[in-house]
């Protein structure tokens, strides 16, 4: 290949730049720093892209600024220049633990807040940036994803808002029901899964797994996640079986229809080791009957894996059933809000998730094809070749990492 073909291939759409919401500055440095050793990596093997502008940098987050009037309205304010760069906006919409001021009184961030928040760096952008890409890990609102009746569709009128404000792409993962980017079919909707960094949270929570018929079995605790369930176990050659929920639809608690129990569909568990994944925990109480419902049918070990792990009603649950063995490891991405409260407990284990976001990031950046991001099914089988040596997986798992 010429030295003219491998600068054309390295050549970004424009100068990159991050910009984050208060409560996402964790999960942009630690985007920023892996971005910027894949770069100087990609500069040693090819010095050329030494000489495009804004290519090699220190640091790629964006100076901004996120204030409040005593009122609690805010306002953004973005200290350098950005005119002609390929903007990439983190926001986690979960986090609560950020706060200000309304007349003296001591508020949380909602998502809606942190939504406007979005909204208003956009808007300082607006007009400026070549390019304007939104990376929202949870999507906002995903959970009212539809409607029936007379109730509001907010994800796909987020998504709808998002695009009239001139968002080029949204970037997200295990959205609810990824369906929803219908609601903006002439703009750049963008679903990742974190199987991958399951996969290697779980081999080094438990070394010893044996991943065949015999031995595990991968569980959706729901009709939603089986999607997710089926596809892991085809790639772990293992069983997968299914909980599905029977609501009392008499009866309205918290705005849904409370269950009743869990039925399971599926071969027996007994003596095996199991997985249960799904998109998220938020109170975790249907979770956490899965397990045991799970261990009351003879399952060996059980590992939780979810990508955003929220707990609205705290970890007193959890250590309970972790206390009576009804479960061995919880597995998390570092997507969103983590308390340092959970990073301590004996259970809990982060599926890491920076180095993919920002392979992500340098991908888009460069205008390629996110599928050899996207796909992870060879990674996936690679290092299920390595099971024989557990040891030496987890030695080489920074190198199996994305690229």
């Not at 040693?44 to 000489?51: A, G, H, L, W, Y």
């Not at 940036?129 to 007379?150: C, D, T, W």
């Not at 792409?169 to 703009?187: G, K, M, W, Y």
């Not at 290092?383 to 024989?388: E, Q, T």
Request: include cysteine; proline fraction near 3%; charge should be positive.
């Amino acid at each position: 290949m010429s030295s003219t073909e491998t600068k054309e291939k390295i050549l970004p759409v424009a100068p990159l730049k991050i910009a984050y919401l208060e409560g996402s500055s964790g999960i942009a440095r630690q985007v920023n720093t892996s971005l910027v050793k894949m770069r100087k990596s990609i500069a040693s093997r090819d010095k050329s892209s030494e000489t495009v502008p804004g290519y090699i940098e220190s640091s790629y987050l964006l100076d901004t600024h996120l204030s409040r009037y005593g009122t609690g309205e805010g306002k953004a304010v973005i200290n350098e220049s950005v005119r002609g760069t390929d903007l990439y906006i983190i926001a986690d919409v979960t986090n609560y633990s950020v706060t200000y001021k309304v007349c003296g009184r001591i508020n949380h961030m909602s998502p809606d807040n942190h939504f406007s928040d979005l909204k208003r760096i956009i808007s300082a952008a607006n007009g400026k940036a070549a390019r304007i890409n939104v990376i929202m890990p949870f999507l906002y609102e995903s959970r009212q994803h539809k409607r029936s009746g007379r109730e509001s569709l907010d994800a796909a009128m987020a998504l709808k808002e998002l695009q009239d404000y001139g968002v080029n792409e949204v970037i997200t993962f295990d959205a609810h029901d990824p369906r929803v980017r219908n609601a903006t079919p002439l703009r750049g909707f963008d679903n990742f899964m974190p199987t991958y960094q399951f996969l290697r949270a779980l081999l080094k929570s438990a070394p010893d797994l044996q991943f065949d018929q015999d031995h595990f079995m991968v569980i959706s605790p729901d009709e939603g996640a089986l999607n997710r369930a089926v596809y892991f176990s085809n790639i772990l050659g293992a069983d997968v079986g299914m909980f599905y929920k029977r609501r009392d639809y008499s009866r309205v608690v918290d705005g849904k229809n409370p269950i009743v129990a869990h039925e399971f569909l599926g071969a027996s568990v007994k003596g095996k080791d199991c997985v249960i994944i799904d998109d998220m925990i938020s109170s975790g109480g249907s979770m956490l009957d899965v397990c045991k419902q799970m261990k009351e049918r003879g399952a060996r070990r059980i590992f939780i894996c979810t990508t955003f792990g929220l707990f609205t009603d705290g970890f007193d649950k959890f250590d309970d059933y972790y206390e009576k063995g009804l479960f061995t490891k919880l597995i998390t991405t570092n997507l969103c809000y983590q308390k340092p409260e959970l990073l301590k407990k004996p259970y809990y284990e982060t599926a890491n998730m920076y180095k993919y976001l920002a392979s992500i990031i340098n991908t888009l950046n460069h205008n390629e094809s996110v599928e050899k991001v996207k796909s992870t099914t060879r990674k996936m089988t690679k290092m299920l070749d390595k099971i024989g040596e557990p040891a030496h997986v987890m030695s080489e798992g920074e190198n199996l990492d994305q690229k």
